[in-house]
């Protein structure tokens, strides 16, 4: 389909989108980094043809930016990153004060900045990260159902900031917060195991400055669930 339609035609943009969404899907199968790599390349010509304030241009933001953070996951490379951080900015103004998806564009901008900021011990990244993840929490009140995310969001940006300034203020923070995160999480949720292994590792790095036993005991009760 997508070679009968030219460069200028009106539907070329949902053509590329829709042959990157089947590439994505098929990496998820295949781990195939060329087949990531052709779906970032077709997202980024979708997104050449959504100019700014066209009603598409912030979903082919989105878009692209989880391609780029696939691909700097696997390859750790300093291009998409940057790329990465940029979209994640420009999606977030596609959000203003009072959308329904500002928390994920303000996560997705905090993920990006701390990515950075831990590679590269960038502590002005680092805080941002943490202003951006405070104001996604904000906006999801006990009741929501991504504030065990958000809260797991923030915990792991004062984490970062923790290895990069030591403080001790910082990861007690990121502990109290990864365990209300567990208490949302009942057994058999999903997201479980990952929050009982985050903060069973939390509790080690205090235990390492601290040697505290409740401290060492709680982790391994959490790794052993």
Same mark, same amino acid.
């Given at each position: 389909?997508?070679?009968?339609?030219?460069?200028?035609?009106?539907?070329?943009?949902?053509?590329?989108?829709?042959?990157?969404?089947?590439?994505?899907?098929?990496?998820?199968?295949?781990?195939?980094?060329?087949?990531?790599?052709?779906?970032?390349?077709?997202?980024?010509?979708?997104?050449?043809?959504?100019?700014?304030?066209?009603?598409?241009?912030?979903?082919?933001?989105?878009?692209?930016?989880?391609?780029?953070?696939?691909?700097?996951?696997?390859?750790?490379?300093?291009?998409?990153?940057?790329?990465?951080?940029?979209?994640?900015?420009?999606?977030?103004?596609?959000?203003?004060?009072?959308?329904?998806?500002?928390?994920?564009?303000?996560?997705?901008?905090?993920?990006?900045?701390?990515?950075?900021?831990?590679?590269?011990?960038?502590?002005?990244?680092?805080?941002?990260?943490?202003?951006?993840?405070?104001?996604?929490?904000?906006?999801?009140?006990?009741?929501?159902?991504?504030?065990?995310?958000?809260?797991?969001?923030?915990? /792991?940006?004062?984490?970062?900031?923790?290895?990069?300034?030591?403080?001790?203020?910082?990861?007690?923070?990121?502990?109290?917060?990864?365990?209300?995160?567990?208490?949302?999480?009942?057994? /058999?949720?999903?997201?479980?195991?990952?929050?009982?292994?985050?903060?069973?590792?939390?509790?080690?790095?205090?235990?390492?400055?601290?040697?505290?036993?409740?401290?060492?005991?709680?982790?391994?009760?959490?790794?052993?669930?």
């Amino acid at each position: 389909a997508l070679g009968l339609l030219p460069i200028d035609h009106p539907d070329r943009a949902s053509a590329l989108e829709g042959l990157a969404w089947a590439l994505d899907r098929q990496y998820s199968l295949s781990s195939s980094l060329d087949n990531l790599t052709k779906c970032i390349r077709l997202r980024s010509e979708a997104l050449e043809l959504h100019p700014t304030g066209h009603p598409d241009s912030a979903s082919a933001l989105e878009d692209l930016t989880w391609a780029l953070d696939k691909r700097y996951r696997l390859s750790g490379s300093l291009d998409d990153l940057t790329t990465y951080v940029r979209l994640s900015a420009e999606a977030l103004e596609h959000h203003p004060t009072g959308h329904p998806d500002r928390a994920s564009a303000l996560t997705d901008l905090a993920w990006a900045l701390l990515c950075r900021g831990v590679q590269f011990s960038l502590l002005d990244d680092l805080n941002k990260s943490i202003q951006l993840c405070t104001e996604a929490l904000e906006l999801c009140p006990a009741s929501h159902p991504d504030r065990a995310r958000r809260l797991e969001g923030l915990a /792991g940006a004062l984490g970062g900031r923790y290895d990069r300034s030591g403080s001790l203020d910082d990861l007690t923070a990121c502990i109290r917060l990864r365990s209300e995160a567990l208490e949302l999480l009942p057994t /058999g949720h999903a997201d479980r195991a990952s929050s009982l292994e985050g903060l069973a590792r939390a509790l080690d790095r205090r235990y390492d400055l601290s040697r505290s036993l409740d401290d060492l005991e709680q982790s391994i009760q959490l790794y052993t669930e």
